[in-house]
């Protein structure tokens, strides 16, 4: 059964673990109704644009599919049917003399330079299983061992590491032994415990949807309550500080 078959026909079962919904309350960001304007524009139900619209409430952190007791993976079917081009160039890859480590974060001006993003190193079309993007990165990376405190940069490069096979090294931060209670999506949203789910940072979303985005990280740390908080991705914990306080975690500007 397919994400169509099925999820039009829930009773909304993981609308409580999407982070989207829990920082807009509109039933229009469910998995269960992205999926129905899905189904009904490809039935000739409902305009076209309409499934844009749907498309652009989901910021694929997954949560949905985790919880999922059928095994639906929405933001697979969201991320097959966005329109996002595949950088024509990857970033030029500078540093002095014969250094080979190079540290790469979102926002600052880093070996990437200005073009530091997981978008331009094609983060979407990475997450959607473009191998050939996959092996393009891997080419333009080999030989180089990379820092990084960005999941979503991570995932590209190792998608590009398993690609590849040999020749890049990808380190993500890790939190500190006895440190403050982190939470991080690295290893899955987690949204039924009351743990931040998503700050909204992932995918890009936070460019092209601001106003949910820095709503979605002011939720998260309110779910969080009284308890330390904090994020391991240095990406998220920056965007976490600008819209929710002061949330400990790795700063992007901190030597690698
Ligand atoms: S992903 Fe699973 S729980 Fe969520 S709407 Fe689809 S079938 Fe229901
Ligand atoms: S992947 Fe995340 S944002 Fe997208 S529908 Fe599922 S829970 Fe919501």
Redesign the pocket.
């Known amino acids: 059964m397919t994400?169509l078959d099925?999820?039009p026909f829930?009773p909304?079962?993981?609308r409580h673990v999407c982070p989207v919904t829990a920082a807009t309350a509109r039933e229009a960001a469910t998995?269960?109704a992205i999926?129905t304007v899905l189904r009904l524009v490809g039935e000739g139900k409902l305009p076209g644009e309409l499934a844009t619209a749907a498309l652009e409430f989901c910021n694929g952190c997954g949560a949905?599919?985790r919880?999922?007791?059928?095994q639906?993976d929405?933001p697979a079917l969201v991320r097959g049917r966005r329109d996002r081009p595949v950088p024509a160039a990857l970033p030029a890859l500078s540093v002095a003399g014969d250094e080979r480590t190079i540290r790469v974060e979102v926002g600052t001006e880093g070996a990437l330079g200005a073009a530091n993003t997981p978008d331009a190193l094609g983060h979407a079309a990475v997450m959607a299983g473009d191998q050939a993007h996959v092996d393009r990165v891997a080419a333009h990376f080999a030989g180089w061992t990379v820092l990084t405190g960005s999941h979503a940069i991570a995932e590209v490069l190792a998608a590009a590491a398993a690609s590849a096979g040999r020749g890049l090294h990808v380190l993500m931060d890790a939190p500190p032994d006895g440190g403050p209670r982190f939470v991080t999506c690295w290893e899955g949203a987690r949204g039924d415990d009351g743990q931040i789910a998503c700050c909204g940072a992932r995918e890009g979303y936070e460019l092209r949807q601001p106003g949910i985005a820095g709503a979605m990280a002011a939720e998260g740390v309110r779910r969080m309550g009284a308890r330390k908080h904090g994020c391991a991705d240095s990406h998220c914990a920056a965007w976490l500080r600008a819209h929710a306080g002061d949330v400990e975690g790795p700063r992007a500007d901190q030597p690698g």
């Open positions: 994400v099925t999820c829930c909304r079962l993981c998995p269960t999926a949905c599919a919880h999922c007791g059928v639906q929405v």
